[in-house]
């Protein structure tokens, strides 16, 4: 048997599957046209009643922003008139009575009153001046006033005026400026030369670190140094570090 003789039917079994196909097409199509209309009905049914819920919520928000915005007025103008606590009293009393900055300033002048300048004629002592005498010469401060104060103490006392120009800052034209007003006395402390230890002799501006160590080495080997004039033999000492340091000497 052949398999061709399966799918062979008579006339009117032919007609009859027709018919069949016929039928369940047509039952397919109104099952889809039946579920089509059903599911758009339920989309709107539940698209009328999402509607209905929205309109709902939207009245009640409505309803409730009347008073909101009551509120937030009564807030913003209780913040914008605050009421003073015992803070607020302190702190504005505090503030009232805070002096202004040119109120400070001049309190501050006056606690600490500018040294008055000198007039022309009037002078000062060269070795026994403080640093507040200083500042009333024309062109020296507080600064200079206290290079020079502190330099007069290493060297013991100025010998000359002229040793002011080898104050740090104190050039030839401020020298010339500032030596009418300055007299001088003699008023100097001498380093003890066979006395002193190491540091304090070198301590002093016009010893240097070899001629220290000379100065030391003479007193172990001789004893004291007699004069200046046994410095002056030795080449670590030049003319005019002697010219120097003679005014500065005890033997």
Same mark, same amino acid.
């Given at each position: 048997?052949?398999?061709?003789?399966?799918?062979?039917?008579?006339?009117?079994?032919?007609?009859?599957?027709?018919?069949?196909?016929?039928?369940?097409? +047509?039952?397919?199509?109104?099952?889809?046209?039946?579920?089509?209309?059903?599911?758009?009905?339920?989309?709107?049914?539940?698209?009328?009643?999402?509607?209905?819920?929205?309109?709902?919520?939207?009245?009640? +928000?409505?309803?409730?922003?009347?008073?909101?915005?009551?509120?937030?007025?009564?807030?913003?103008?209780?913040?914008?008139?605050?009421?003073?606590?015992?803070?607020?009293?302190?702190?504005?009393?505090?503030?009232?009575?805070?002096?202004?900055?040119?109120?400070?300033?001049?309190?501050?002048?006056?606690?600490?009153?500018?040294?008055?300048?000198?007039?022309?004629?009037?002078?000062?002592?060269?070795?026994?001046?403080?640093?507040?005498?200083?500042?009333?010469?024309?062109?020296?401060?507080?600064?200079?006033?206290?290079?020079?104060?502190?330099?007069?103490?290493?060297?013991?006392?100025?010998?000359?005026?002229?040793?002011?120009?080898?104050?740090?800052?104190?050039?030839?034209?401020?020298?010339?400026?500032?030596?009418?007003?300055?007299?001088?006395?003699?008023?100097?402390?001498?380093?003890?030369?066979?006395?002193?230890?190491?540091?304090?002799? +070198?301590?002093?501006?016009?010893?240097?670190?070899?001629?220290?160590?000379?100065?030391?080495?003479?007193?172990?080997?001789?004893?004291?140094?007699?004069?200046?004039?046994?410095?002056?033999?030795?080449?670590?000492?030049?003319?005019?570090?002697?010219?120097? +340091?003679?005014?500065?000497?005890?033997?």
């Amino acid at each position: 048997m052949n398999w061709k003789d399966f799918l062979y039917f008579q006339r009117g079994e032919q007609v009859a599957v027709t018919l069949l196909l016929v039928l369940i097409t +047509l039952a397919i199509l109104l099952n889809m046209t039946i579920c089509s209309r059903n599911v758009s009905d339920i989309a709107l049914l539940q698209n009328d009643s999402v509607a209905v819920q929205f309109d709902e919520f939207r009245e009640s +928000l409505q309803e409730r922003e009347i008073p909101v915005v009551q509120r937030e007025t009564e807030r913003n103008d209780s913040r914008q008139t605050p009421r003073l606590t015992n803070q607020n009293r302190t702190e504005q009393r505090t503030f009232a009575e805070r002096p202004s900055a040119e109120n400070r300033t001049e309190n501050r002048q006056n606690n600490f009153p500018r040294a008055e300048k000198l007039a022309e004629g009037e002078t000062i002592f060269l070795n026994t001046t403080d640093t507040t005498e200083w500042q009333k010469i024309p062109g020296i401060g507080s600064t200079f006033a206290d290079r020079i104060v502190r330099y007069k103490n290493r060297l013991g006392g100025f010998s000359s005026v002229y040793q002011l120009r080898e104050v740090n800052g104190i050039d030839d034209e401020l020298f010339v400026r500032i030596s009418p007003f300055i007299e001088h006395n003699t008023n100097i402390r001498k380093l003890q030369i066979n006395q002193l230890e190491f540091r304090e002799l +070198l301590a002093h501006p016009y010893l240097e670190y070899e001629q220290v160590q000379i100065i030391m080495n003479l007193r172990r080997r001789i004893g004291n140094i007699s004069s200046i004039e046994e410095l002056a033999m030795l080449s670590e000492f030049s003319n005019a570090d002697i010219e120097r +340091l003679k005014a500065y000497l005890a033997f």
